[in-house]
């Protein structure tokens, strides 16, 4: 399989404060990543489509200014969460599209656990 | 998660064969994932089936496809405790622009 690096793992901030985070494709390049935001003990809810070089496709009910996607090269795609609130405290995953041939997969970072207190 | 649907919860004792079951609505599914996360992890993909398999098996797991009916399911042979988790059914469909849409998650509980 390939490798698809998310960092941080964890990450406590304050109210009002901005957190950065990274999603990285190791091994392969992926034009296209994606933003999901996970309940505890719900499923993954899409947030937002990054394509590389293109404005993120943001899914309806998302702030596209509060969670600003940047999909600067085809092996990072970064989520920042402006003015933090503790109801943003979630678990974030994001995943790489790796298409080879005919074969589209889908990588999984290993998710960043985001605190706002 | 509403296009995709899976049982939310499955026992199992230790040694015995798992399955799990989802269905799904979009019929220009083209790819069909399961799956596995642990506690406080991320997602790790187990499997993959393409629409027009019937049925593909990789070591303990075997995935099949009844795409007349929509549904697929992933069967853990010998199941042991290392494989509680949820498992999460995804497709990827050509009408939704290759975004995964995620089954609501299936919790697997394995007893000795």
């Known amino acids: 399989g390939a490798v698809v690096s998310q960092h941080p793992s964890r990450v406590i901030c304050k109210s009002g404060t901005s957190v950065k985070i990274e999603c990285r494709s190791l091994?392969?390049?992926?034009?296209?990543m994606f933003w999901y935001r996970q309940f505890p003990k719900q499923s993954l809810m899409l947030m937002a489509t990054s394509n590389e070089g293109s404005k993120a496709t943001y899914e309806q009910g998302v702030e596209k200014d509060k969670f600003l996607i940047n999909h600067a090269s085809l092996t990072l795609s970064t989520l920042t969460v402006t003015s933090a609130h503790p109801e943003d405290s979630s678990f974030y995953i994001c995943?790489?599209?790796?298409?080879?041939?005919?074969?589209?997969?889908?990588?999984f970072g290993q998710g960043t656990r985001l605190t706002v207190v | 998660g509403e296009d995709v649907e899976q049982s939310l919860f499955l026992s199992v004792r230790e040694g015995d064969s798992s399955v799990i079951n989802c269905t799904y609505t979009?019929?220009?599914?083209?790819?069909l994932y399961w799956y596995k996360q642990e506690p406080g992890a991320g997602l790790q993909l187990l499997t993959y089936?393409?629409?027009?398999?019937d049925m593909k098996q990789d070591q303990r797991l075997t995935v099949l496809l009844n795409k007349k009916d929509k549904h697929l399911s992933l069967r853990i042979a010998d199941t042991q405790t290392g494989d509680s988790a949820i498992y999460f059914c995804?497709?990827?469909?050509?009408?939704?622009?290759?975004?995964?849409?995620f089954g609501a998650g299936t919790t697997v509980t394995v007893r000795a």
């Open positions: 091994d392969f390049q992926a034009t296209t």
């Open positions: 995943s790489a599209l790796k298409r080879t041939g005919g074969n589209t997969e889908a990588f």
């Open positions: 995804a497709e990827i469909a050509l009408s939704n622009d290759y975004k995964l849409s």
């Open positions: 979009d019929s220009s599914s083209t790819y």
């Open positions: 089936i393409f629409s027009n398999m």
